[in-house]
């Protein structure tokens, strides 16, 4: 049934005939799901992992519930899709520097798992950030057990509404910015995986803006700066 406003204002309703088989062409297909694979085969020869969060505000989402409400064994339909770009550095002495909040930690969790596997000498720095440490600091025993054994050398976290005054990944990256700027100077690598609306956008700003200031230049060197760092290679976003 479909209505419009016809003279004097009045509403005027008109009975469609359409047969039900027709409905679904009335609307686009769904698109697939992208999840970064969250494990390295190095570590987890046999499987693949993915991280899936559940978010229900301010509507449910379609398939990271579904696959929440599955029970083991069920089979699943999948692709993978190859990247050329969002993977470690061929040089495994390189520094690697991640910022991954929330689920966008899925693929740093594979790097970490890459570079302990294969004793890899560079360096690793993750900026991890959710709502609250208690239940969304993602793999927290595992993290914990990279730094103990050296494989991630720094973890800053950033659980926003655990305090009165809201702290992200950005935050923690500017608190550090001084070495962050040191170790981009040493040719490390920055990655970004998340949020594209926000959380990217910040991050880029605040790159930039330590960029602009340990290594003193202008905002128009600094973006400069970080151009190279794109072209080159060496600052890479999976964002969504």
Request: charged share 20%; aromatic share 12%; with cysteine.
């Amino acid at each position: 049934m479909e209505s419009h406003t016809g003279p004097h204002n009045q509403r005027v309703f008109r009975t469609l005939h359409v047969q039900a088989q027709e409905i679904p062409n009335l609307f686009r297909r769904m698109q697939p799901r992208l999840y970064s694979i969250a494990s390295s085969l190095k570590a987890y020869p046999d499987s693949v992992h993915i991280t899936v969060g559940i978010n229900n505000e301010p509507y449910p989402g379609l398939c990271s519930n579904w696959l929440a409400s599955l029970s083991e064994g069920s089979e699943v339909p999948v692709f993978l899709q190859a990247t050329s770009q969002f993977r470690l550095p061929e040089d495994d002495a390189k520094p690697v520097i991640m910022v991954g909040p929330g689920t966008g930690i899925a693929p740093f969790r594979a790097f970490l798992q890459e570079r302990a596997a294969c004793n890899s000498p560079g360096r690793n720095w993750l900026f991890f950030g959710e709502r609250h440490e208690e239940n969304g600091f993602y793999y927290r025993e595992e993290l914990e057990g990279f730094m103990t054994q050296g494989c991630l050398t720094h973890l800053h976290t950033a659980f926003s509404r655990d305090q009165g005054q809201r702290i992200y990944v950005q935050d923690r990256m500017e608190e550090n910015g001084e070495e962050l700027w040191n170790w981009l100077q040493e040719g490390a690598y920055f990655y970004v995986c998340g949020d594209a609306a926000r959380m990217a956008r910040d991050v880029d700003s605040a790159l930039r803006r330590i960029v602009a200031r340990y290594g003193n230049m202008s905002s128009e060197q600094a973006d400069d700066y970080v151009s190279n760092l794109t072209r080159n290679g060496r600052y890479v976003r999976d964002v969504y």
